[in-house]
């Protein structure tokens, strides 16, 4: 069966769609970190980004997802260069070079590094329902990521094997750990040089731990 393409006019709907979830975005970051999430409200969000409160609620659950959608979609998209690494690439290594492209990306660059980001991630450290947000976005990614590694070893997903799971919180973790550090800086440091740097140091402390953990020549029973 021949698969339909989008017609100009779902595309043209799809952009519209995108640009009013982007300025929703903006809208919610820009305002909780003008007067805080506490008096920070939908309706100011909906207005600020010209809409509807309606229309936020067809694209948000709440003004935490809003302001930290920048997230989700970092998260989409290193498991996209997840997907594209080489099929005989160990799975912890195709996560690191999927994080590494995804932080080398001069023409769309992470979120992380844009203006004011850095100050919206500390704040998300310290306000439990900003936490909450992030922690569910971070959940749904790495869930995505396992899939795509069990995909990799030709394993069931549903499957008792632990290695997927393994792999994707290790890896994570490491890229949660170097993030978590790096919001603490200020905002004149380096921006993606720095946090790449501060990245691939992270998976190198990984690696060399992992190693000293296990010493040549011993077995485990």
Partial sequence: MTATKPSPTDDRRQRKARQTRDALATAACD??????????????IAERADVTRRTFSRHFAGKEDAALDFVRRDGDRINALLRARPAGEPPLL??????RDWL?????????????????????GTEPEL????????????EESIRIVAARLGIDETARDVRPAAVVDAAAGVLIAALRLWARGGEGDSGAADLAAL???AYDALITEAAAATPAGTIEE
């Fill in 199 to 201: 990245v691939e140091r």
């Fill in 131 to 142: 936490f909450a947000a992030y922690q569910r976005i971070r959940v749904d990614a790495q």
């Fill in 94 to 99: 195709a996560y690191r070079r999927a994080v």
């Fill in 31 to 44: 305002l909780i970190l003008e007067r805080g999430p506490a008096a920070t409200t939908v309706e100011a």
């Fill in 104 to 124: 080398a990306d001069g023409e769309d660059p992470a979120w992380h590094v844009r203006p004011r980001m850095r100050r919206l991630l500390a704040l998300a």
